[in-house]
C-alpha cells in the first residue's frame, strides 16, 4: 500500500507557473514508478509525466519542454513543475504510483493502482 497526497494547485494566468507535490509513503523492494495525471471534466484521464526509481522520465508531448517532473526521496515527495501554463492545462491533477511494468509506457492509467486525491489546476486570464 502506497498513500499520497497531492498539493500546490490553484489557479494562475496563461504563462505563468506552478509546483505541484505528491507526499507519499515510503515503499520498498520493488521498482516503483511514480506519475502525474489530469483529467479535465468531460475527458479521459491523461498521463502527463512519470519517473522511475532509476531516476528516467517520461512525459506526454503536450507537456514536453513546459513540465519537469522529479522527487526528493528524503523527504517522499514527488513533484511537478509546470511553467509557461496554458489554459488547456486546466484540469484536476493526481499523482499516481505502482510497480514499474517491464515494457510499460508509464503515462497510461492503467499501470497504477494507487492514487491520490487530486488537487485544482486553473489557467485562466
Known amino acids: 500500500q502506497v498513500q499520497l497526497a497531492e498539493s500546490g494547485g490553484g489557479s494562475v494566468q496563461p504563462g505563468g507557473s506552478l509546483r505541484l507535490s505528491c507526499a507519499h509513503s515510503t515503499y520498498t523492494g520493488k521498482p516503483y514508478c511514480m506519475g502525474w495525471f489530469r483529467q479535465a471534466p468531460g475527458k479521459e484521464r491523461e498521463g502527463v509525466a512519470a519517473i522511475d526509481d532509476d531516476g528516467s522520465t517520461y512525459y506526454a508531448d503536450s507537456v514536453k519542454g513546459r513540465f519537469t517532473i522529479s522527487k526528493d526521496t528524503a523527504k517522499n515527495t514527488l513533484y511537478l513543475q509546470m511553467n509557461s501554463l496554458k489554459p488547456e492545462d486546466t484540469a484536476m491533477y493526481y499523482c499516481?504510483?505502482?510497480?514499474?511494468?517491464?515494457?510499460?509506457?508509464?503515462?497510461?492509467?492503467?499501470?497504477?493502482?494507487?492514487w491520490g486525491q487530486g488537487t485544482q489546476v486553473t489557467v485562466s486570464s
Open positions: 499516481a504510483a505502482d510497480v514499474a511494468r517491464y515494457g510499460g509506457s508509464r503515462l497510461s492509467q492503467y499501470e497504477y493502482s494507487y
